[in-house]
């Protein structure tokens, strides 16, 4: 509808003749330049009611658009809208801001924390939990290059460490392969355990550690959840050493300084269902620990792995490292490996209590002869 007054304001006029398109824009022009002022009372009436209505049109126009400005910045946009060019800021000040940022410290992202391992004395471990639900890891606070497991149960220590002791010390096992699940299982059996009594305790070297996780990695054996586990307890303590931090299937490992882990397990019961015995008493589990701990000594102080080789080469004749020799070959260690003879016989004649372990019987020998076997050993230093 066009604009214009009222109706009512026209009612009684005369008609106005119909105009062409443009010619107001021409009678404006013509009028203007002619000085003719219109004499008409519609027409001077009609004039500024047109004005008044533009005004109110327009008014409500940049209303509307500020109300719609308004409830944009109030959603929370912070982008600049897309008809509003943002103010360039000057170069003086925004060189400023840049110099001010290089300043700040730069955000990195948090790195993976390391589980934090307990100190822990021989008192305190033995004086733990007997009935653990999960693994306890500490490190002896007299020797920190020891790093103590103690499993819940046989069953999981066996999983964990079993196939490692084949590769490393079992005398019917290779040293140059890792054996396979079913090949363990044969070996064990072949010696009339089970999984859980293949060792009550274990012991071993960072590097013997390293060497045989670099061979099940050469062989590409796939070792069990324990193992896994083992392996990266090893690498948070810092027994192993990761090239290539959190790859193990492709990167190399390296075993710094002497270190040595080594395991017992919480208190269980034997099962009478089965011929060997699984039980873990106060004593067993005392005199595994101290037993083991002896091995760690030996693999980390100098000074007790050579007073260990003095008893071994000059305080024994012949005869009496042929009787450990043999115990030990009984008990499955491999007799060839020299260091491994030398290593069981200090830690089974000096530090094994439970004489259901080992006693006089054992090695073949009396009561007094091995008890003078140990003075002998104490004189060695």
Do not use: C
Not at 125 to 151: M, P, Q
Not at 317 to 330: D, H, I, P, S, V
Request: aromatic share 6%.
């Amino acid at each position: 509808m066009p604009i214009g007054p009222n109706d009512e304001d026209l009612a009684g006029l005369p008609t106005a003749p119909r105009r062409r398109r443009g010619a107001r824009r021409r009678r404006s022009s013509e009028s203007s330049s002619s000085n003719v002022q219109f004499t008409n009372p519609a027409k001077r009436t009609a004039a500024p009611t047109r004005r008044i209505l533009w005004v109110i049109l327009g008014s409500g126009a940049l209303l509307v658009s500020a109300i719609f400005w308004m409830s944009s910045a109030r959603q929370g946009s912070s982008a600049t809208p897309a008809h509003i060019a943002e103010p360039a800021m000057p170069q003086v000040e925004k060189t400023a801001l840049q110099a001010k940022a290089a300043l700040l410290p730069k955000l990195q992202p948090e790195a993976a924390q390391k589980p934090v391992i307990e100190t822990a004395s021989i008192e305190s471990l033995l004086a733990g939990k007997s009935e653990s639900a999960d693994w306890r890891i500490a490190r002896l606070d007299s020797n920190e290059a020891v790093l103590v497991i103690e499993f819940p149960n046989l069953k999981e220590q066996g999983l964990a460490f079993n196939r490692a002791a084949a590769y490393i010390e079992k005398k019917n096992s290779r040293r140059d392969q890792v054996l396979s699940d079913a090949d363990l299982a044969a070996l064990v059996k072949q010696s009339g355990d089970t999984a859980e009594t293949f060792y009550y305790g274990h012991d071993y070297s960072a590097e013997q550690m390293r060497q045989f996780f670099a061979q099940s990695n050469t062989q590409n054996i796939a070792l069990n959840a324990q193992e896994l586990r083992l392996r990266q307890i090893l690498v948070d303590a810092a027994l192993l050493q990761e090239e290539v931090p959190g790859e193990p299937r492709t990167t190399s490992l390296m075993a710094p300084g002497q270190q040595a882990v080594i395991s017992f397990s919480a208190l269980q019961r034997d099962d009478p269902a089965t011929k060997v015995d699984e039980g873990v008493d106060a004593l067993r589990r005392e005199s595994t620990l101290r037993h083991e701990l002896s091995h760690g000594e030996f693999f980390t102080r100098p000074a007790y792995q050579k007073q260990s080789w003095a008893f071994w080469q000059n305080s024994l004749n012949k005869t009496e490292r042929a009787l450990f020799r043999r115990m030990l070959a009984g008990m499955d260690y491999d007799a060839e490996n020299e260091l491994l003879m030398v290593n069981e016989t200090q830690a089974i004649l000096m530090h094994t209590p439970d004489r259901r372990a080992f006693d006089a019987s054992n090695l073949g020998v009396t009561p007094s002869q091995l008890q003078e076997l140990r003075q002998r050993f104490e004189r060695s230093r």
